[in-house]
């Protein structure tokens, strides 16, 4: 099936470094901020928040006090369902639709819940920003860590080597995410936010 942004949405918002930047891009970030801002006011400023957070840290007990987990969980399944299915729907619009999209994304989903900290919606949030910026700078960057040694005079040598030495940041842009986690779990196992059980 044939699936584009509306056409009232396909203009640019604004002129930089050369490049128009699209206005759905702004609107992607837009609906994503407000299910940012509507999920966590859902889960720290409401009953149901507290509801869901006692059922996800001692099910038993909120079982005792009366609560029907089994229920509490499927709610949380269904909101989760239906945000991903509003983020599909908005974003399938920009990003090219294929059967493998949820592979695609799903690694790198795994890689901010794993950086930021399972449980924890701020580390979710830094760890995604984190994320996205390291990955989106190091495409532009053709640093290597013979540029880096040639600080010291070593610059020469280290291209003679070659290898690792030359390699540029810009071609080895995909693995900074899987960096970033393994570096995170070695100093911090529990992710940036995330606490131990």
């Known amino acids: ?14 002129h930089i470094f050369g490049t128009d930047y699209p206005f759905y891009r702004l609107f992607i970030g837009g609906i994503a901020v407000v299910m940012f801002s509507a999920l966590w006011l859902l889960l720290t400023r409401t009953r149901t928040g507290i509801v869901v957070r006692a059922a996800e840290r001692l099910p038993a007990m909120a079982e005792a006090l009366g609560h029907n987990i089994p229920l509490v969980f ?11 299915g509003l983020a599909g729907a908005v974003a399938g619009a920009f990003y090219p ?19 930021g900290g399972l449980g924890s919606l701020k580390g979710s949030l830094v760890a995604s920003l984190m994320i996205g910026l390291f990955s989106s700078f190091a495409v532009g960057l053709d640093w290597s860590l013979a540029n880096l040694l040639s600080l010291i005079g070593l610059g ?22 899987f ?19």
């Open 156 to 177: 020469d040598w280290a291209r003679s080597v070659g290898g690792l030495l030359t390699l540029e940041l810009s071609s080895v842009s995909a693995t900074i995410p």
């Open 1 to 14: 099936m044939n699936y584009q942004m509306p056409g009232e949405l396909r203009f640019s918002a604004f």
């Open 74 to 84: 499927m709610f949380v399944f269904g909101t989760g369902a239906a945000l991903a």
């Open 97 to 115: 639709t294929n059967p493998n999209m949820g592979l695609e994304l799903g690694v790198i989903v795994f890689v901010v819940v794993v950086v």
């Open 179 to 197: 960096a970033l986690m393994l570096i995170i779990l070695l100093v911090r196992p529990a992710g940036l936010m995330g606490e131990r059980n």
